[in-house]
């Protein structure tokens, strides 16, 4: 626990401007970003009496060991970037609005070729347009089903779509008209992208010019006495009516607009947004966030309106950033708020608090939903701030440790019988897993065939991570985090000069934990002993008995079976035990898989994805001339040849020594026999620490 007035700034050292400032602690991670009109009346602010700051401000400046700042020449340029750092950093102590469940959209691939309706979830794409968020999948799934009689867009896979290509007949939607199959010829690419395009104005809220366009064809359909063409028309308004009252209009005038409504207490609240696009919802989202930050309703709503509109993740299409915002508190920097919004959406974007008639009735509505929302989040998830602390203390407590370990490491082995050695690394920061610092990593051994035993497989693994942390610490010169004014200081602690992002070895744990018992954990303490390490503290996890061992400890430690802290223990064991198989299994599965193609000098994985995309089969490839062969983009003619040489039947390629017999089984072709081989050395995934 650092104190403040070791790293306060010297008078007059900060500036009496706009900008964005950075706590760092001791290892350089940044622990908090703020902005700020006058840096230097901010910055002063949490250099006060410890006992006069609010307790979570008291953790954060404890727990810092530098701050740095930026100036920069307006609020709206700080609140973009200070949005911009959260983002990049993740600052612990940073109020973070995560969604409370993952939510599906429609989307369309808009920027395929032949653009594809679906259900998404995740990090939206660029160039997919997207509607929603909705609360179920079978909604959107009825709502498509229901468009494509009137729409008939592309809705099957890439690979569906090939296969169809390929054998040049529809799948089963192309036969009952809710595919115009494209896949065949059936309609060109550009009309299919401009029934794309029309599906997308339907779903953005320009339903009336469909209905006319239909209303007029089945009148002249009438006209002509074509009644069967006219009934499907009628059939097809009536889909049109169908899937538009599946909206309800709930604002009169064709409003455009985000409501936001907000429940909580001291150290929980829970936001709840309904997405309104010409008078009708069209979405809901919610989130519930722990109030890590000493921040009122309106700095609450300001970090809000950052997150949700600042990120790629929040806009897909255009217009995502509506004419209205409408929020319970307006934020303390409204016309900054305001013009930074409006930058985004290109237009003029008004925030404001509901007053009176339909907008402020809808809004109790979201205030509603959000109290609900806070309720059942507390059901489902009672005390859990207050349990993951308790689970930490009792850590602390049982180990004998200084501080609480806010930053564990689990290692676990996962192998079948010595082969595909794999093992995993996950990681928990105050008590949460933080899946972006997982690593896994192949374990070679000292003859690159893996190693002898568990222990032997964690020894080398502890020796591995810590040896970078070592490597990544020493490239960073031994960084002064006392200087919060050198321009070319990191601003998160060693960064990778190839990567240009944060050295993720270069800081290292509160508590490591592996999977085993006292060999497991006298394996890894020589380890860390070999390296020099001698400030993190080591204990394993026995499964058997949930029993904890400290290196050089004749008994473990026990700990209730009732106990936050034997929980939090499992729960980091598990994670890592899942983890460590999952890669296992994926190396073994890639290890037991070989084709034709693996042994053909020259022919690396992108030729061989080429020359299946290309011929769709190992067998039509086989059946293909040097000349076809050499056609395909990025193939040779001596590649080519190499291809066919083999691919040809066993007798043609294979010399058969004097006197050996040519068995039927030393005949077949090579794509259906398995190379032990080739099976034996895989490579490693993609994220280790090599």
Wanted: net charge negative; glycine share 8%.
């Amino acid at each position: 626990m650092a104190d403040p007035a070791t790293y306060r700034p010297a008078p007059g050292e900060i500036p009496d401007a706009p900008g964005v400032y950075r706590f760092r602690d001791e290892h350089g991670r940044v622990v908090y970003v703020g902005k700020a009109k006058s840096l230097r009346s901010r910055l002063n602010s949490y250099f006060q009496d410890l006992a006069g700051l609010h307790p979570r401000t008291q953790q954060m400046v404890t727990t810092a060991a530098s701050v740095q700042w930026t100036v920069v020449g307006t609020e709206v340029e700080a609140l973009a970037l200070e949005y911009s750092w959260i983002k990049e950093f993740d600052p612990r102590f940073n109020v973070k609005y995560r969604d409370d469940k993952s939510y599906p959209y429609l989307a369309v691939t808009m920027a395929d070729e032949v653009p594809r309706v679906q259900v998404m979830r995740g990090a939206k794409r660029r160039g997919t347009r997207y509607f929603g968020p909705y609360a179920h999948a079978w909604a959107i799934r009825e709502t498509v089903d229901l468009l494509l009689r009137v729409f008939p867009v592309r809705t099957c896979s890439a690979g569906v779509f090939k296969r169809a290509q390929q054998q040049g007949r529809p799948c089963l939607l192309g036969y009952i008209d809710k595919c115009s199959a494209p896949c065949v010829g059936r309609i060109g690419v550009d009309e299919h992208h401009r029934l794309a395009q029309d599906f997308c104005d339907f779903m953005a809220g320009d339903t009336a010019r469909f209905t006319r366009r239909l209303t007029a064809r089945m009148k002249e359909a009438a006209a002509e006495l074509d009644y069967e063409r006219a009934a499907r028309l009628r059939d097809d308004i009536a889909t049109l009516e169908k899937a538009t009252e599946r909206n309800a209009v709930v604002l009169s005038d064709g409003t455009d607009a985000d409501l936001f409504a907000m429940a909580g207490d001291e150290l929980e609240a829970a936001v709840q947004v309904f997405h309104v696009r010409d008078g009708r919802i069209r979405g809901q989202r919610g989130w519930v966030v722990e109030k890590v930050e000493d921040l009122d309703d309106a700095a609450l709503v300001e970090h809000l309106l950052q997150q949700v509109y600042g990120g790629e993740d929040a806009s897909g299409a255009p217009g995502a950033v509506p004419r209205e915002v409408l929020v319970p508190v307006l934020p303390a920097n409204l016309d900054q708020v305001q013009a930074w919004l409006t930058g985004l959406r290109g237009s003029r974007v008004h925030v404001r608090v509901p007053q009176r008639g339909d907008k402020r009735e809808l809004a109790a509505t979201v205030l509603r939903n959000a109290e609900h929302a806070l309720a059942l989040h507390r059901t489902r998830r009672a005390g859990d701030l207050t349990t993951r602390s308790q689970a930490l203390r009792e850590i602390q407590e049982a180990l004998d440790l200084p501080t609480a370990p806010l930053r564990i490491e689990c290692y676990d082995v996962s192998h079948n019988q010595g082969t595909y050695q794999s093992a995993s690394m996950v990681v928990f920061e105050d008590g949460l897993a933080r899946k972006s610092e997982y690593r896994l990593f192949s374990v070679r051994g000292p003859e690159g065939q893996g190693a002898r035993d568990d222990t032997a497989a964690m020894h080398e693994v502890i020796t591995r991570r810590f040896r970078r942390y070592l490597a990544e610490r020493a490239e960073s010169h031994d960084l002064d985090l006392g200087d919060g004014d050198d321009e070319d200081a990191p601003r998160s602690g060693p960064i990778d000069e190839r990567t240009g992002r944060p050295a993720r070895f270069a800081y290292p744990p509160n508590l490591v934990v592996v999977d085993g018992g006292p060999p497991q954990v006298a394996a890894a303490a020589a380890a860390l002993a070999e390296l020099g390490i001698d400030d993190v503290a080591l204990c394993g996890l026995a499964k058997r008995l949930e029993e904890v061992w400290v290196p050089g400890e004749e008994y473990p430690v026990i700990l209730q079976r009732s106990s936050e802290g034997l929980y939090l223990l499992q729960r980091v064991r598990d994670e890592a035990h899942r983890f460590a198989i999952t890669a296992h299994r994926k190396r073994r599965s890639k290890g037991m898989t070989a084709s034709a193609l693996d042994d053909v000098p020259g022919l690396g994985p992108a030729r061989k994805a080429a020359l299946l995309r290309h011929f769709g089969s190992v067998k039509r490839l086989r059946a293909a001339t040097a000349e076809e062969i050499a056609t395909v983009p990025g193939m040779g003619e001596r590649t080519a040849e190499a291809v066919v040489a083999a691919l040809a039947p066993a007798t043609s390629q294979t010399s058969v020594p004097a006197g050996a017999v040519m068995t039927p089984e030393s005949a077949t072709a090579p794509e259906a026999a398995t190379a032990p081989e080739a099976a034996a050395a895989p490579a490693d995934p993609p994220v280790t620490d090599a």
